[in-house]
């Protein structure tokens, strides 16, 4: 059977697709292709072989995954064959850009203005029925919904309320603690001025979800890292390559990538979030003028913070142990292999000082999570708070902190680097610095966690970073 792939009312390639194998037979505007299907970084239609390939994993990632909790039930009950063909009823439409696929006899049916999930209301029932199984579908019930082509594993619907659309979210275990996760990113976020999508709490039946505003509306899509990084080299198969995915960002001319991209996965290493795949860092554009808005607000942070561990496990997770994505396996691997230190005079860790208390005040009411449990996560983001410091300080650049002293600083710490045992007169002399004024250096230099101190004054010696 042959398809229009369009944007909006614009049509973009027609394909056929014959038991799973799909052909791309033209393209009509090449531009306006999805970022998917852009060949090295650039959009083109001379390979249309290339682009097979390419347009089959497009309507893959628009797909529920099969492993969704309640997804088997929803298609039996509904006597749809499979997640494709679920997709398929409400033409592949998404709430994360403009995209749709029309059949080909259909096409002087079908509009953008009568359909799009944007601006048009649709039935909520599918949406709660892989949510939390709260309704009863059958094989006469609407599949016109933004839940047919919701990737990801956890439970979420999509609801329209005020003209605004919003995803809810559950969590998973007995703690469902991703819904709390989510709230947590986005209070860090706020106080670090990260961009970020707003997440709410909602308890219902002593069940914990989470909400938030779409990303984005008629006007812009959402691009996952996955389709800006594509055809670039994974390292073991696995991991992204740091410096290729900035490189294809600056050839793509998306403003700030860079420093976006750093503050997420700063946000990441205090959060101790395990999973920030190349689906949930993405970049927005608008999708009339083809222009790069840039990275897009913070989402989907929910399976951080200790998921499912209990309290004395918590305890033994340092950050080498703790996994990372997308570029190494730890998070100690990961921040200390991006060039973290160019954040180093934007965020200020200040600003979270006192955020134990707010988060302590968020666990509190919480039945679901013991007393030791929610001691435990307020001991740890601590923690984890006061090391981002340290490594944002001891990778913050002499110069940047010093008021017109650097050379003094610099000639201290240089000494100190030669011979980690030198006494404040020894200095004193080699540097020919007054004493007192290197005793205020000494403070400088500690401040920063560049020196520390090991064993007493008069027996010890210095530890240089």
């Known amino acids: 059977m042959e398809y229009i792939l369009y944007k909006k009312n614009i049509r973009i390639l027609k394909y056929k697709e014959i038991n799973g194998n799909f052909t791309v037979l033209q393209v009509y505007n090449k531009d306006h292709l999805p970022v998917h299907l852009f060949v090295n970084g650039i959009p083109s239609s001379e390979n249309l072989y290339a682009l097979n390939e390419k347009m089959e994993q497009f309507l893959d990632n628009r797909l529920i995954p099969s492993t969704r909790k309640n997804?088997?039930?929803?298609?039996?009950?509904?006597?749809?064959?499979?997640?494709?063909?679920?997709?398929?009823?409400?033409?592949?439409?998404?709430?994360?850009?403009?995209?749709?696929?029309?059949?080909?006899?259909q096409e002087n049916k079908l509009f953008w203005e009568d359909i799009n999930f944007f601006t048009n209301d649709y039935d909520p029932s599918i949406g709660l029925r892989l949510l939390n199984n709260s309704v009863n579908l059958n094989k006469n019930s609407s599949s016109y919904s933004p839940d047919n082509?919701?990737?990801?594993?956890?439970?979420?619907?999509?609801?329209?309320q005020d003209g605004i659309n919003y995803l809810e979210k559950a969590g998973s275990g007995t703690e469902q603690q991703e819904p709390i996760n989510e709230l947590l990113a986005s209070e860090i976020c706020r106080r670090l001025n990260i961009s970020y999508v707003p997440y709410y709490l909602s308890i219902r039946n002593g069940n914990y979800y989470c909400y938030c505003p779409d990303i984005v509306d008629d006007t812009k899509e959402l691009v996952p890292m996955d389709s800006i990084y594509q055809d670039l080299h994974l390292i073991d198969g696995r991991f992204y390559d740091y410096s290729q995915l900035i490189n294809r960002c600056n050839e793509m001319n998306i403003?700030?990538?860079?420093?976006?991209?750093?503050?997420i996965l700063l946000l990441d290493f205090i959060i101790a979030n395990t999973d920030r795949h190349s689906y949930n860092i993405s970049f927005i554009r608008n999708s009339v003028t083809l222009q790069w808005i840039g990275v897009s607000p913070v989402y989907d942070s929910g399976k951080s913070m200790f998921l499912n561990l209990l309290d004395f496990e918590?305890?033994?997770?340092?950050?080498?142990?703790?996994?990372?994505?997308?570029?190494?396996?730890?998070?100690?691997?990961?921040?200390?292999?991006?060039?973290?230190?160019?954040?180093?005079?934007?965020?200020?860790?200040?600003?979270?000082?006192?955020?134990?208390?707010?988060?302590?005040?968020?666990?509190?009411?919480?039945?679901?999570?013991?007393?030791?449990?929610k001691r435990a996560l307020v001991k740890k983001l601590n923690e984890r708070i006061a090391e981002a410091?340290?490594?944002?300080?001891?990778?913050?650049p002499l110069t940047a902190v010093t008021n017109g002293k650097h050379k003094k600083i610099d000639l201290v710490y240089a000494a100190?680097?030669?011979?980690?045992?030198?006494?404040?007169?020894?200095?004193?002399?080699?540097?020919?610095?007054?004493?007192?004024?290197?005793?205020?250096?000494?403070?400088?230099?500690?401040?920063?966690?560049?020196?520390?101190?090991i064993a007493s004054n008069k027996t010890g010696y210095w530890k240089v970073f």
């Not at 997804?71 to 398929?88: G, H, R």
């Open 149 to 160: 082509t919701t990737n990801g594993e956890l439970p979420k619907r999509w609801f329209k």
């Open 71 to 105: 997804l088997k039930d929803t298609l039996k009950e509904m006597e749809i064959d499979s997640n494709y063909k679920l997709a398929e009823k409400s033409w592949f439409l998404s709430l994360s850009d403009q995209y749709w696929i029309c059949p080909f006899d």
């Open 314 to 373: 918590m305890e033994m997770m340092g950050s080498g142990q703790i996994e990372a994505k997308p570029f190494f396996g730890t998070q100690s691997k990961q921040i200390q292999n991006i060039p973290i230190n160019k954040l180093s005079t934007i965020i200020n860790l200040d600003t979270l000082n006192d955020i134990g208390n707010w988060y302590s005040n968020l666990l509190k009411p919480l039945k679901r999570f013991t007393e030791e449990k």
């Open 255 to 263: 403003p700030d990538a860079e420093i976006d991209i750093l503050k």
């Open 389 to 396: 410091k340290k490594i944002l300080l001891s990778s913050q």
């Open 416 to 453: 100190l680097k030669e011979n980690p045992k030198q006494t404040k007169e020894e200095l004193s002399k080699i540097t020919g610095i007054s004493r007192s004024t290197i005793t205020r250096i000494f403070k400088e230099l500690k401040k920063m966690g560049k020196i520390q101190r």
